[in-house]
Antibody, heavy 113, light 112 residues
Framework: QVQLQESGPGLVKPSGTLSLTCAVS?????????WSWVRQPPGKGLEWIGE???????NYNPSLKSRVTISIDKSKNQFSLKLTSMTAADTAVYYC??????WGRGTLVTVSS | DVVMTQSPLSLPVTLGQPASISCRSS???????????LSWFQQRPGQSPRRLIY???NRDSGVPDRFSGSGSGTDFTLKISRVEAEDVGVYYC?????????FGPGTKVDIK
């Protein structure tokens, strides 16, 4: 079955850039799905960051749009998140997801010097 | 953005008894394609969210049939017919009719 696994640094410095990757196994990223990033600050609720279709279409959270880029690498069967100008408010568990029906385990990213 | 509200925010339940969570949206969730994209998620402690219900009332694969969803327009309900110990966690409704997709604040379910 399809599985998703996030990877990336657990610590980012203020004003730095977060880069996360989500590896898709057991299925093709070129299937008819949207690929998403969602985050959850510690002890808080869930927030959509954005999504991308393998065709290249994308949607971003307007509050993050100026700082976010989601991309798909079909050759590696993975997709990525880049979030620039990080602040403490960006500290969260970051989840990758296939649409909304399948989620990775999440990775905690802390913004601190 | 569509604002999702849930009630109650905390729900102590007795094992074997039913439980119900309400979710309301600030605008209709009926999509132009005629579908209503309202989902329910369960997040057990320390785990990632798991989708239980999609398009109001459709159970995802492997979801016990004690979970059911209903509603229309702006008012939706998740019901657990008989609560089991493994149902403890936070439940979120989410709309994916209108971008930006948005979640409710969550309802924490625990055992009395």
């Amino acid at each position: 079955q399809v599985q998703l696994q996030e990877s990336g640094p657990g610590l980012v410095k203020p004003s730095g850039t977060l880069s996360l990757t989500c590896a898709v196994s057991g299925g093709s990223i070129s299937s008819r799905n949207w690929w998403s990033w969602v985050r959850q600050p510690p002890g808080k609720g869930l927030e959509w960051i954005g999504e991308m279709h393998h065709s290249g279409s994308s949607n971003y959270n307007p509050s993050l749009k100026s700082r976010v880029t989601i991309s798909i690498d079909k050759s590696k069967n993975q997709f990525s998140l880049k979030l620039t100008s990080m602040t403490a408010a960006d500290t969260a568990v970051y989840y990758c997801a296939r649409g909304s029906d399948l989620w990775g385990r999440g990775t905690l990213v802390t913004v601190s010097s | 953005d569509v604002v999702m509200t849930q009630s109650p925010l905390s729900l102590p339940v007795t094992l074997g008894q039913p439980a119900s969570i309400s979710c309301r949206s600030s605008q209709s969730l009926v999509h132009s394609d005629g579908n209503t994209y309202l989902s329910w998620f369960q997040q057990r402690p320390g785990q990632s969210p798991r989708r239980l219900i999609y398009k109001v009332s459709n159970r995802d694969s492997g979801v016990p049939d004690r979970f059911s969803g209903s509603g229309s327009g702006t008012d939706f309900t998740l019901k657990i017919s008989r609560v089991e110990a493994e149902d403890v966690g936070v439940y979120y409704c989410m709309q994916d009719t209108h971008w930006l997709f948005t979640f409710g604040p969550g309802t924490k379910v625990d055992i009395k």
